[in-house]
């Protein structure tokens, strides 16, 4: 499988490569999706197989333009509305209820009668969705549960080999800009519930609609949003978290200025203490550590403002032990 690096040309193949039922990794602002057409029945399924996603866990649709909205879903309530407008395009997921004439695949959706949606924030991508011109889902291009990937290379590692070279690509747009997966916001009763923390704090969301937004913390008898399922996001390598310094056996992810040199392979997420360098370098640095095949790999303590929020939600998943996966 080969990558392909953004130009005309290769936007324009990954468009119909798409259209004629392909699948096409391609960049966000957030994390490297992969994308299909949403009323694509093969296509969907292919998804779930490459990724080995569970069935009943649904996919998140892109657009290029809010217009694209009405023939998707129902309604919009007004204070999802406002959410809409602060923060599309960008990391905000809404799931909003499904309008039953729309053309997403019900296995898009996983039978269920809501949708997730979202207009992403990165030219290459609203360009390519723009060029296709229909609803596309886009999943985060990793294997189920494994590291979600910030880059082109970590896509060919965890997919390239179960990508057909002749129908899918996979489009190199750089790193990540931001890092870390929307945040997603269930809008369907009268008060939003945030299914899974992302890129937009949930305080940001809290003052933009005046009210104090719920956070679903566990699962439910029925998953609302599966990718809150506890173990998630995870490395191969156990994880220690809030760590003072690594231990006999470990390897090193800083935070911050340290001042003792540690004798062990580390990473720093951010030496200048940056929270969003730190989500840019996350999952990338936990892949690298991964590599070392420790006995565990020690995160320093990550302060929870900001993006942080959402840095210390998938740590603390990706720290459950593999015992504990249900
Ligand atoms: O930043 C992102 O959201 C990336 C980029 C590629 O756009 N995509 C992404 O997709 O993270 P994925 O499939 O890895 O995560 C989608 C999340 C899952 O937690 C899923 O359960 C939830 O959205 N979701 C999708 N449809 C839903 C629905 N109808 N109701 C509740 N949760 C839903
Ligand atoms: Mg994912």
Redesign the pocket.
Known sequence: MKIYNISQKNLNSAANSILNGGVVAFP?E????LGALASNNEAINRVYEIKKRPKN????V?IHSFKAIVSIVKYIPDYAYKLTEKFWPG?L?L?LPYKTSGKINARA??N?D???I?I?NNPITLKLLKKINLPII????NLSQHL?PTKATHVLKDLGSRLDPLKDMILDGGECNLGI??T?V?VTSDVPII??L??INSSVISKTLNIEVKIQKSLREKM?????MKKHYSPKTELRLNAEMPIHGEVWLGFGKEIKKHDVKSKNLSVKGNIEEAAVNLYSMLRELDEHMAQRIAVAKIPNQGIGEAINDRLKRGAIKKSLIY
Not at 138 to 141: D, I, T
Not at 224 to 228: A, F, T, W
């Open positions: 966000t957030t994390v490297y999706g866990n649904p996919l998140i892109h990391p997921t799931v959706r996983a269920l809501t949708v997730a979202r992403p886009a999943p985060s291009a979600s997966e929307s997603v269930d299914l899974r992302g890129g609302k949003s599966p990718g809150m």
